[in-house]
Every structure is written in structure tokens, then in C-alpha cells.
């Protein structure tokens, strides 16, 4: 088993509320060889939900492996400015889709 | 729209011309920077009588497009010693547009201290005294001008920092309740007002007709599209108008980019306690509204207005950069006295971010501890009393940060540097470094997808790729602030095929012209060799495109560090 910190923001934040689940700077323990899709497969939310997958401050694939001691942040589509780009969030199919 | 009223500030005239030459084609940023670059001296003194303020419509405002109400306010910064455009909402910019007013120019300089109140109706313009406002803080002079003119009245007023020509000083304009909550805030505009000695200027519309459309079927057409594209998209249809620009707290503050504690950490411990999720939370609980335009006409929503916690008024426009500048580079976690001192800032008149961004260098001095929240409102509120220590902090970073003997602040070309790392977002430390205005997060703020050729693959830690994105990234933005437009819709914009498109579509039909999207990236690239060729003839050189030395050391939690050369930037500066 690993470890991870979890975050999630902006509308998923809401979402994850409304079914009573914990969002902010929550320990999460998953399973050797787990990805984030598998973390966020129980979370109840929908294909197009995330645009972008933070790990440890990196957009990164939504199926990258985690690790014991990962920072894991996912934000829905909707960062405004040019931080999309800016951060890497376009160009590399990162969602749920 | 094609008139231009110059006011001669020492002779208390005026007069009216239609717009000759190149200027008759150009709007907002473009024709506030093409009249700086052909008519102030570059080497003047910002606050001289050669300098002049220019307040401009974009080249849409006054018509019924979507998120076209935008200002333009252009000069030669008293802070950087450059050229400045800075653009705020309000109530002005559709006004000026409904008048035919293309600019306002205010020129010379009175010899005495007597301030003026400037108040343009559909056929007349007055040069009045404003002994009874001087001295007032914005949120009263809107308030009484209000009383007096008429509520819905255009107001942009200068407070007790511009008064005093302090070159933090912006200039606030009256939202759509009457509130200071709108800023032209960047570059110490607000000094050049004062040192016109111009209290305010009202503008009133009344009795005007619909700005001429030469194909108003087109434009209807068109608009309706525009509409279309910006209520759809998740960015400018759903999250801008919930959470408002505070969203990017949490995200910045994830990738490591959120400056702290004068800017030495990427994040933020209670980045969450200052987060826009938190704020709309608050919002929601005491009363207040989370979605409000900047202008009317706005569809995306994306100010605010925020309550204390017994569900009295306490500030609106309550924003990113805002709440980073008074939050997190200060360390200073309780959002009501973040809120508290966004609220003193656009009542004395001063930028948040340059004035966050302060605080921080004024902790780092000692002068007051670290994320000591009623220490910062007590100090911001001297600058309005105009006593010694006030006149530091309302001069801005480098002023301060000298006075107090401090070696670490944060700036380009001498204006404090906005809400997101250099270190950690290469991309907008380019823009900081080689933008005409220094370090300005809005320079670079557009995407236009037909001259996105990079951006997908970009890694924000490394140098690949990162200048010819903020290259294109400022030829975007300078065009779109020509046009009027908010920033934001950019975004919708990218994602849109047709984006680009529907906006040419409406310049076309309101002023019976066939401009391409080509034409629409060469108005930016010849914004922008304006504004560099103005700089140029200031004195700046490649070396005033550094970042300060200390971004130079490693910044948690990424540990990056800037490591362009001034010769690895000066490629986003170079157009042909």
C-alpha cells in the first residue's frame, strides 16, 4: 500500500462535498501499482470532470502510477488564463475521457 | 466613434477633432500607445507637463458586443519610466464609445495645486473645480458624484495616493453599483492624473444614440455567435462566474508557482483559507453576490462582491492577483483583513498588486512582522494620511524596499512582479522580462489559436518553447485590448474554431470593413513595436530585461531557478 496526499478543487471540490467525501489535503492509502484513474474511480464523478492531473506540482497523465509520498491534485475544466497552456494542461489527453 | 477630446489641464480648455491619420483606425491599447509614442517625449519626466494621460474606448466599446467594455489608460509610467496601457472595467469605456469619443487626452499641467473635475456630456464638456473632492477617498468622491450626476454616470476618480502623485497610484473607476471596485491599476497612472491635477472625470451618455453599425444584420449575427461561444465555454460559462479569477489560488498554489512570503516558496500552507473556493463559500454564507460583470454587457461574471462576517459590505473585485499580493506574498492568511486591505487600496487609490507586493518587502525590511494582517491595514492607511512612512509604501516596491534597506524585491523595470513564479512558470517570467509595461501578468494573457503554433508540449519548469510562447502570447493580448475585449475571453476563444473569426466578424460589420484574423495579429505586432520603440528611445535596453538576482536561487517546492540570458529573451521582442 502507498500513501498520497489528495486534493481536489474548484467544482470538484462542491461535488465531492455533496457526497459527504473528504477534498482537501486528504491522506489517501491506494494500492501498489495504482493510477489516478483507479483513485478517482470510486469518487463517483463523470468523463469530462477532470481537464488536469497534478502530481507533485507536474500535470501529468491521468494513468501515471502512484508512488508512497505523491502530492495528487485534480481540477475540472475551467482554469481560466493563459495557465492552461502555461502549465501544460492542452495538448496531451490527460481526462477521464 | 472618431473624435478626440483634448484637455489642456492648465488653461482649463478643451477641444474636439475628428481622429486624422493613423489614429482614425485604431482603438483602445493601440491608440493609447500610438499617441504616447508620437506626442510625450520619451525622455520627460512622467510627471511633467510633457507627459499626457490618455483614456481610450476599445475599438468595440459602446456597441452591444459581448465583454466590450474594457479601458484603455495609456502614458509614460511614473513607476517604470516606460510606456504603460492599463486597462480596468467599469462604466466609462461604453460611454466614451456611445459619445464617438475615440480618447480623451489630458496635456499640460496646471501651475498650481487647485484640482479640476471633468464631466463630458453628449454635447458639452466641463472643466469644474474640485476643491470639494479633494482629499476624499474614491469610494465617497463616486458616491457624491453619483449624488450629483446621476447614478450610472462613468466615473474614474484618482484618491489620496494620486493626489499625491505616488507612484503605486492607479486610477479607480465607479463598477456598476458605484463602487471603486474597478482599477486601471498597473504603472502609477494615477500620479500622472494627479499631476494633471484632475480629481475625476464623469461621463455621461445620456441622450445618445446606438453607436452606427455600418451592417447591423452582420453584427447582430456575429454577436449572437459571440454570445454563443462564451456562454458555452467551461471556462468563461461556468467557473470564472462561480468561483471568479480566485479559482487559480489553489491550482498556482499546486504547481508550485504561488509566490510566498516574498516570493521564497512556491507555495502556500493556507492557500486554502484564500482560495476562491473559500471566498464563494464565504460569499454564499454572509451575503453578497459571486458573480458580477466588471462592465455591463459582461456574460462571464467573474467579479464579485464580499461580505464581513456580519454580512456588511466590506470590498468587491475581490480577485486573484489581489488576494495572492495581500495574501500569500505577505503570508497574511485571515481573508478578511486580505479583503479589508483590497477594500483601502481602492479607496486611497492605490494597485494591490504593487502594494501587496510592498507589505512583503516592508515584512522582509521589518517594518511589520510577517503575516500580520492589522499591522498591514494600519500602514496602508497612512499612505492616505500622506504622513513620511505612507508616501514609502504608496511609492511602491523599489522605492520601499530601498528605504528599508532590503536586497530581495521582486520587480522588472522597477513595478512589483504579479501572482504567478518565474521559476516555476517560465512562460510568464518571459512576459515579465521582456513586455513594454515590466512585469505584467496581463500582457500575456490572450491565445489566439491561429497563432498558437506551441503551448500543448510546454513544460512550465524548462526553457524549451517558453519564448516564442510568451511571444505569442503579447501579440495576442495587445490586439485583443485594442478591440475593448475582456482577456478572458481568450480562452473560449482558443477553444473555438470559429473564435477569431467572430470577433473580425464584428469589426467588420460595425465599422464596414474586410479585416482577416492575419490583419487582427499584425494590429498586435505593431502594438507592440510601438511600445518598444517608445522604450527604446527612453533608454532601455536588453538589461532592463532581467529579473532580479535572486531568482536565482531555487524555489520550492520545484527547486527551478531563472536561468534565461538576456539574449535567450530578446527573441519576443523581435517581430519581423
Known sequence: MATILFNAFSFLQKKLKSQLRPYANVRIEVADGATVRDLVAGMGLEPGDIEAVFINGCVEPIDSLLHHGDRVAIVPPGTPGPYRVLLGMLGKPKTLK | MSKILRINTKEKSYDIQDAQGDLASLGGRALTSRIVLNEVPATCHPLSKHNKLIVAPGLLSGTAAANSGRLSVGAKSPLTGGIKESNAGGLVS?????????????????????????????????????????????????????????????????????????????????????????????????????????????????????????????????????????????????????????????????????????????????????????????????????????????????????????????????????????????????????????????????????????????????????????????????????????????????????????????????????????????????????????????????????????????????????????KNLQIATAAIDSAGLCLFVAFAVLDTEDGVQTIVDMLNAQYGLSLTPDDVIKLGISILKDEHEFNSRAGFTKVHDRLPDFFKEPLPPHNTTWDFTEEELQPAKHFD
Not at chain 2, 463559500?281 to 458573480?291: A, F, S, V
Open chain 2, 94 to 470: 461604453q460611454k466614451l464609445g456611445r459619445l464617438g469619443i475615440k480618447a480623451i487626452v489630458l496635456e499640460d499641467k496646471p501651475e498650481n495645486n487647485a484640482f479640476s473635475l471633468v464631466v463630458i456630456k453628449k454635447d458639452s464638456v466641463e472643466i469644474l473645480p474640485a476643491d470639494e473632492y479633494v482629499g476624499l477617498g474614491n469610494a465617497e468622491t463616486m458616491k457624491r458624484l453619483w449624488e450629483v450626476y446621476g447614478k450610472r454616470v462613468g466615473v474614474m476618480s484618482i484618491g489620496p495616493a494620486g493626489e499625491q502623485r505616488l507612484t503605486a497610484a492607479c486610477i479607480n473607476l465607479a463598477d456598476t453599483n458605484g463602487r471603486p471596485g474597478r482599477a486601471a491599476g498597473r504603472g502609477g497612472l494615477g500620479a500622472v492624473m494627479g499631476s494633471k491635477r484632475i480629481k475625476a472625470i464623469v461621463v455621461d451618455d445620456g441622450g445618445t444614440d446606438k453607436v452606427p453599425l455600418a451592417d447591423p444584420e452582420a453584427f447582430k449575427a456575429a454577436n449572437r455567435r459571440w454570445v454563443e461561444i462564451l456562454n458555452s465555454h467551461p471556462v468563461t460559462g461556468q467557473a470564472l462566474p462561480t468561483y471568479g479569477t480566485a479559482v487559480l489560488i489553489n491550482i498556482i498554489n499546486e504547481a508550485g508557482a504561488l509566490p510566498t512570503k516574498n516570493f521564497r516558496f512556491g507555495r502556500f500552507e493556507h492557500a486554502q483559507d484564500i482560495s476562491g473556493e473559500h471566498v464563494t463559500e464565504l460569499i454564499e454564507k454572509r451575503g453578497g453576490k459571486t458573480k458580477e460583470g466588471c462592465h455591463p454587457g459582461c456574460v462571464i461574471n467573474c467579479s464579485n462582491v464580499y461580505h464581513d462576517k456580519d454580512g456588511k459590505y466590506l470590498t468587491s473585485g475581490f480577485e486573484y492577483e489581489t488576494i495572492w499580493a495581500l495574501g500569500a506574498d505577505t503570508t497574511i492568511k485571515e481573508i478578511d483583513d486580505v479583503a479589508m486591505l483590497d477594500r483601502l487600496c481602492d479607496d486611497i487609490g492605490l494597485d494591490t498588486i504593487e502594494t501587496g507586493v510592498t507589505l512583503g518587502v516592508a515584512m522582509e525590511g521589518g517594518l511589520i512582522p510577517w503575516g500580520d494582517g492589522k499591522a498591514a491595514i494600519d500602514l496602508v492607511k497612512k499612505v492616505a494620511t500622506g504622513e513620511p512612512i505612507g508616501k514609502i509604501i504608496g511609492n511602491g516596491a523599489v522605492f520601499t524596499g530601498q528605504a528599508l534597506g532590503v536586497d530581495r524585491i521582486p520587480i522588472v523595470k522597477r513595478q512589483a512582479l504579479p501572482a504567478y513564479d518565474p521559476r516555476s512558470v517560465k512562460g510568464v517570467g518571459v512576459t515579465y522580462s521582456t513586455s513594454p509595461m515590466g512585469a505584467d501578468h496581463t500582457s500575456g494573457y490572450a491565445v489566439a489559436p491561429n497563432i498558437l503554433k506551441v503551448g500543448g508540449d510546454v513544460d512550465p519548469l524548462k526553457k524549451e518553447g517558453n519564448v516564442e510562447l510568451s
